[in-house]
């Protein structure tokens, strides 16, 4: 079956620091995707990244980047030096197929509190 | 405006009651979804529906009921809502391109059943 864990519940961190978000997931797919949203205090879900099973490059964006090793099966998720407005939840997501579309099936999230 | 939006934003009920929860979205998106989120659970899917005609039943769907009233909109109702169902409730589409599909989410309904 397919899961997601993300085995750090919070994490809290000084600003300025680096800090990575764990996620580790289980298919029984040969084709999946991966995906981290983050939720902020207000409450909306917002997507940061989608990434394909057959794609093990690295991504960069601003101060974000994505680590996917298929051989591990893990999907980290790395925030160079945090700012507070990085404090949210962050949920990593792992698609599941159903009848030739996908649902989404969710770690547990970790909230990351960066202080000032 | 929000691509994706919901109605009512916080909502507190009785147990017993029945209420609707309302999801509409300008992204044109044939596929819309209705997901629960409780603390330390993530987010589970209660329905799904690929397009007007097709409504199917996600992981959790006990207790809800689901109407696609047109692309655009996907209602979610509690028939007799229970204190178990006391979640933040979450909306999403998605369309698919050549290299997979992702999800879009809606701001959340908070609903209390007292």
């Known amino acids: 079956a397919q899961k997601v864990t993300q085995a750090q519940t919070e994490i809290s961190v000084v600003e300025k620091e680096d800090v990575t978000l764990d996620c580790v997931y289980e298919?029984?797919?040969?084709?999946?995707?991966l995906f981290w949203y983050k939720q902020p205090p207000s409450g909306e879900l917002v997507f940061l990244i989608r990434r394909n099973s057959f794609d093990e490059q690295n991504e960069i964006s601003g101060r974000y980047s994505w680590n996917f090793q298929k051989s591990t099966s893990s999907f980290n998720f790395t925030i160079t030096a945090s700012q507070v407005v990085d404090s949210a939840v962050y949920f990593c997501?792992?698609?599941?197929?159903?009848?030739?579309?996908?649902?989404?099936?969710f770690g547990q999230g970790t909230r990351l509190t960066i202080n000032p | 405006d929000a691509d994706v939006t919901q109605t009512p934003r916080n909502r507190i009920t009785k147990t017993g009651k029945r209420i609707m929860l309302e999801c509409s979205q300008t992204?044109?998106?044939?596929?819309m979804y209705w997901y629960r989120q409780d603390p330390g659970l993530g987010l589970r899917l209660i329905y799904y529906s690929f397009d007007v005609k097709d409504i199917n039943k996600g992981e959790i769907s006990d207790g809800y009921s689901v109407s696609r009233q047109a692309q655009a909109k996907f209602s979610l109702s509690l028939e007799s809502a229970i204190p178990n169902q006391t979640a933040l409730y979450f909306c999403a589409t998605s369309v698919g391109d050549r290299l997979g599909e992702t999800q879009y989410f809606g701001p959340g309904t908070r609903l209390l059943v007292l």
């Open positions: 992204k044109g998106h044939d596929r």
């Open positions: 997501a792992l698609s599941d197929r159903i009848q030739g579309a996908q649902k989404l099936v």
């Open positions: 298919t029984r797919d040969t084709t999946y995707y």
